[in-house]
């Protein structure tokens, strides 16, 4: 949107003034022959006359300001100053009129279209902030829980040695999960605050993958798996833990929402300026509501199991293709599975 920034007094408004104040002075000039003939030349009554004459001139001039300051400056300002005000007390659904139609804007309408915005701003700010409570408490909750109960069966002396190592097992799990969270939302916090810059390096990417997913055969044998890659040779400078929130994430997910028996594809492919990783799975897939908001802080579809995960894992990715300078689609239908592209831009070392 182009706003004119207009100033207060117009130029026609300008004018108005000078032709007032100008007829206001040529009248008392004009008055001058008049009272001198009428006084035959007596210049005491002259001077009274035209002293009185002033006063009243200039009555009229500040009324004509006062009226003038009253409706162009006391009034927006007012109307600027109550609004700000209910902001400060927390109103954030005050709305302030601009006394002009759009093109003709002046600066107070201006500052009342601003003051408007930084209110529908903070309104969000303020939303997203009770959200963000809701959502972290609602995450720390469910492991603390599982916790407390684990930690207190755990202290039955009669407890079998294989299920005391069962619940040993539980508590890691919700340990791990509190403190995934933690991490999730600093990196998160850190990405969006932009405390997190690129700091690319020469690395072998093709390694690094092949090595992330050596340490995940474990994890596909168990859920039996078949995997599958094409991974190209690639040495360019990298962000190399940024990558590796890509990768996890997009591994991690395929793992979770692909039942036993299914089929996981990873490729990394090289191009001259972007480097092209792609997730495949033939899981649960999802419909296009889901798909929608996978990107939504703390949102998990329906198809997620609530134990796992924290729904920040796509929320990263995003923020961090984004720094990257690239850009990230996703192919899926409810039962067909789901294809992750992540194009990035490939970087220049130490750049
Ligand atoms: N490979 C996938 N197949 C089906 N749904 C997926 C897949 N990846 C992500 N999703 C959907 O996107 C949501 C958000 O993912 P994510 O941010 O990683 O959160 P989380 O893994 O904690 O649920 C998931 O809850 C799920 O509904
Ligand atoms: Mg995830």
Known sequence: MNKKRQTVITVTGYIGFFLLTAAIIMAGVLIYSPVAEASGGNNAVIAGVMLAVIVVLALICTLVDFLRRKFTVDKPVREILDGVERMARGDFSAKLTPSHAFEDYNSFDLIKDNVNTLAAELSKTEIFRNDFIANVSHEIKTPLAVIRNYASAIKNPALPE??????????????????????????????????????????????????????????????????????????????????????????????????????????????????????????????????????????????????????????????????????????????????????????????
């Open 162 to 351: 294989d299920t005391r190592r069962e619940y040993a097992a539980v508590l890691e799990g919700a340990a791990k999960r509190l403190s995934d969270l933690v991490t999730n939302i600093l990196s998160l916090n850190k990405l969006e605050n932009r405390e997190i810059l690129p700091k690319p390096e020469m690395a072998d990417v093709s390694e690094l993958l092949r090595e992330r997913i050596v340490q995940l055969e474990d994890t596909f044998e168990k859920k039996r798996l078949n995997f599958d890659c094409d991974i190209d040779d690639i040495i360019t400078p990298a962000d190399v833990g940024l990558l590796e929130i890509v990768w996890n994430n997009l591994l991690s997910n395929a793992i979770k929402f692909t039942p036993e028996g299914g089929n996981i594809f990873i490729a990394l492919k090289d191009s001259p300026r972007f480097i092209t990783l792609t997730v495949k799975d033939d899981g649960c897939g999802m419909n296009a509501e889901t798909g929608a908001h996978i990107f939504d802080k703390f949102y998990q579809g329906d198809t997620s199991h609530s134990s796992e995960g924290n729904g920040l894992g796509l929320a990263l990715v995003k923020k961090v293709v984004d720094i990257l300078g690239g850009e990230i689609n996703v192919e899926s239908a409810p039962g067909e599975g789901s294809t992750f592209t992540v194009r990035l831009r490939k970087a220049e070392e130490n750049a």
